[in-house]
């Protein structure tokens, strides 16, 4: 294997670079990221009546490439319609950490800056120097690729779980500690369905502190809230007050009323036993 091929990958565009197996820089070349840069990279042509429509990389073709024995190539990302491309040409793909790439450009420049051109070289002369080290995406079946997509995605959206409840929690943890310490013990916290929506009825402190529990389950038809942990505001700290007063005042009356009838009852008493004593006199 004489040639290797580097890829850097970015949003916008791609930077193409092509070495030999003495380091010396063969081509180079910058695409876009459409289907005309595409059409440029690649060339569409019949191999066979079995095979029609394989794709054939122009550049690596005028320096040796062939179906029998493709340039390999390094590119920064597992993923992409560039990287299917790639793979369908039957060549061996190598996906490179970044932060390897990085680790290997201080070996190119001594300060260390990083350019686009720069990094494709980089990459080219990895697999000239360290080929056995990496490894190549596998010949995975349509069936395999499309499992390997789903799982990404369903990966990508615990990720964007997590990052998001992590900065809410921060700003609840700055703006609205009580709603944290509400679901403290509760299991998954804030991340619970309920949490979100006592969140959605009361987004702020003062907001809660006007609404009572019942006033919450009444924002839900879902049976979520009975569970959730008693949260005590203002308003129903101060509502408890008047009615402890309230039944103490009652109390005391009451206390009042049954002494005096007690004292009626007494006195009536005292009369009756005078009266039937003179009468028996």
Same mark, same amino acid.
């Given at each position: 294997?004489?040639?290797?091929?580097?890829?850097?990958?970015?949003?916008?565009?791609?930077?193409?670079?092509?070495v030999?197996?003495?380091?010396?820089?063969?081509a180079?070349?910058?695409?876009?990221?459409?289907?005309?840069g595409?059409?440029?990279?690649?060339?569409?042509?019949?191999?066979s009546?079995?095979?029609?429509?394989?794709?054939?990389?122009?550049?690596?073709?005028?320096?040796?490439?062939?179906?029998?024995?493709?340039?390999?190539?390094?590119?920064?990302?597992?993923? !992409?319609? /560039?990287? $299917?491309?790639?793979? =369908?040409? *039957?060549?061996?793909?190598? +996906?490179?950490?970044?932060?390897?790439? &990085?680790?290997?450009?201080?070996?190119?420049?001594?300060?260390g800056?990083?350019?686009?051109?720069?990094?494709?070289?980089?990459?080219?002369?990895?697999?000239?120097?360290?080929?056995?080290?990496?490894?190549?995406?596998?010949?995975?079946?349509?069936?395999?690729?499309?499992i390997?997509?789903?799982?990404?995605?369903?990966?990508?959206?615990?990720?964007d779980?997590?990052t998001?409840?992590?900065?809410?929690?921060?700003?609840?943890r700055?703006?609205?500690? !009580?709603? /944290?310490? $509400?679901?403290?013990? =509760?299991? *998954?916290?804030?991340?619970? +369905?309920?949490?979100?929506?006592?969140? &959605?009825a009361?987004?702020?402190p003062?907001?809660?502190?006007?609404?009572?529990?019942?006033?919450?389950r009444?924002?839900?038809?879902l049976?979520?809230?009975?569970?959730?942990?008693?949260?005590?505001?203002?308003?129903?700290?101060?509502?408890?007050?008047?009615r402890?007063q309230?039944?103490?005042?009652?109390?005391?009356?009451?206390?009042?009323?049954?002494v005096g009838?007690?004292?009626?009852?007494?006195?009536?008493?005292?009369?009756?036993v005078w009266?039937?004593?003179?009468?028996?006199?």
């Amino acid at each position: 294997m004489d040639v290797f091929c580097g890829i850097d990958w970015a949003e916008d565009h791609h930077d193409i670079a092509l070495v030999d197996r003495d380091g010396n820089l063969l081509a180079r070349q910058r695409i876009s990221d459409n289907a005309a840069g595409l059409a440029r990279l690649l060339a569409c042509r019949r191999i066979s009546d079995d095979a029609a429509g394989l794709a054939t990389l122009l550049d690596l073709a005028e320096h040796g490439d062939s179906a029998e024995q493709p340039v390999p190539a390094a590119i920064k990302t597992p993923r !992409g319609l /560039l990287v $299917a491309c790639l793979r =369908a040409t *039957g060549r061996k793909v190598y +996906p490179i950490n970044p932060m390897a790439v &990085a680790r290997y450009r201080d070996r190119h420049s001594v300060s260390g800056g990083k350019s686009d051109h720069g990094d494709s070289v980089v990459l080219a002369n990895v697999l000239r120097t360290d080929l056995t080290f990496h490894r190549p995406l596998p010949a995975d079946t349509e069936l395999a690729q499309a499992i390997a997509v789903l799982a990404r995605a369903q990966q990508d959206a615990v990720w964007d779980r997590t990052t998001a409840h992590n900065r809410l929690r921060s700003c609840l943890r700055e703006y609205y500690p !009580g709603f /944290l310490a $509400a679901f403290e013990g =509760a299991r *998954g916290g804030i991340m619970r +369905p309920e949490a979100r929506v006592i969140l &959605a009825a009361a987004p702020t402190p003062a907001d809660a502190a006007r609404l009572t529990l019942a006033q919450l389950r009444g924002h839900t038809s879902l049976g979520v809230l009975v569970s959730i942990p008693f949260i005590v505001t203002d308003v129903e700290a101060h509502q408890g007050r008047i009615r402890m007063q309230v039944a103490t005042a009652a109390m005391a009356v009451g206390v009042v009323v049954l002494v005096g009838i007690s004292y009626v009852v007494a006195h009536g008493n005292e009369q009756l036993v005078w009266l039937l004593a003179r009468g028996g006199s």
